[in-house]
Every structure is written in C-alpha cells, then in structure tokens.
C-alpha cells in the first residue's frame, strides 16, 4: 500500500507540481480512505520525500550495479549520467516529476550523495578531474544535470543530448573536449529494470 501511494504521488507531482497537489488528491488518485493514507505518511511534504528518495535510490542503485565495478571512476561517471539522463529521455513521468522537483530532487538520504562523491574522489586521486574539492565537483554534476533535465522537459532535444550533456560536465570537471568526447561514446550498458520498479510502474508499456 506504501508503494501504491507513492506511485500514485509520484504521477500527480509530475503532471501538477508539488505545490498543486493536496492530500486529498493523492487519496482520490490512490482509491484509498484518509485513515490507510495516515497510516503510512503524516504529511504531504512527508510522502514527497518518500518518492523523491524511493525514486531516485532505485535508479542510483541500479545504475551503480553497473558502473560501480569499472576501474576508471572518469568511465563510471561519465557512464553513470549517460544513463541517468537517457532514462530521463526514456520515461516522461519520471522527467516531468525531476523537472519540477528540481535541487529537491535529491533529498538528504539519497545515494546520489554516496556514489558519485566516491567517483569524484577516485577521479581526483587519479587525475582524472581537476577540481577544487568533492563539494564543487557535486555542484558541477548536480547543475548540468538538472538543467539537462529540464531541457529534456522543455524542448526538442536530439537522441544524443545525454552525450552531450555529459562531455559537458566532464570538461567541467577539467576533462579535455578530446577525453571527455571519448568517453561518451564508449558502448551504453544495458540496465534491467524489474517489473515492479517504480519507473515501470508509472509508465504504460510501450507499444508493441
């Protein structure tokens, strides 16, 4: 029942925005009573950030078991975003709710604060990134990403968008165009999303 409300959450703030959706809402949308919506979530800023941090550690999570293993943390970065934003491409509702959530997109337990502050950390010891310190990297990944995002969103952007959105972030993290244009254009790794993952789950399948 948890999962379905945020599920059913998950679909309003991406067509609404977080500040147009009420709790009344969520139980209309979920065919629930207000007592089973109580039972698991006090509040509505309660339940957002169940979504934001169900949402956004399942994908961390599956993406990380494919990158997390490469030896060099530039690949797993560079890797890891391409992913990232090409399942932005690939699932509406998931762009729409990022989108609109913007830097709360990321909340205060969410992996992205795990992982990639490693790869920054191995890049710099590797000499791989040029950059003042972890916090600045995360600034860096985290702004062209989001913006990426809301390209996404907002306008025509063409299938490649997240190489390109990628080579960006590296050569801001003091990669050269030359290294940074190569490693997004290694071969994309396939990630498996089970069944019941919330990004199947709040898309229709496509078409067959």
Known sequence: MRRHLIESALKLFAERGLEEVVIDDVIVAAGVSRGTFYHYFKTNAE?????????????????????????????????????????????????AFMARTGLHAAGPNNLVYEYIPRHLEDGMRAGRFKIADVGMGLDVVAGIALAAVNSIVGRAVPPHFPEQATSHILMGLGMTPATAGRLVQLPLPAVALPPDSLLVRTHPAPAA
């Open 47 to 95: 339940l957002l950030a169940a979504v934001v941090e169900d949402l956004g550690n399942e994908l961390m999570q599956m993406i990380e078991a494919v990158v997390g293993t490469l030896k060099d943390p530039a690949e797993r970065l560079a890797l890891g975003l391409r992913l990232y934003l090409h399942a932005v491409q690939a699932y509406p509702t998931f762009a």
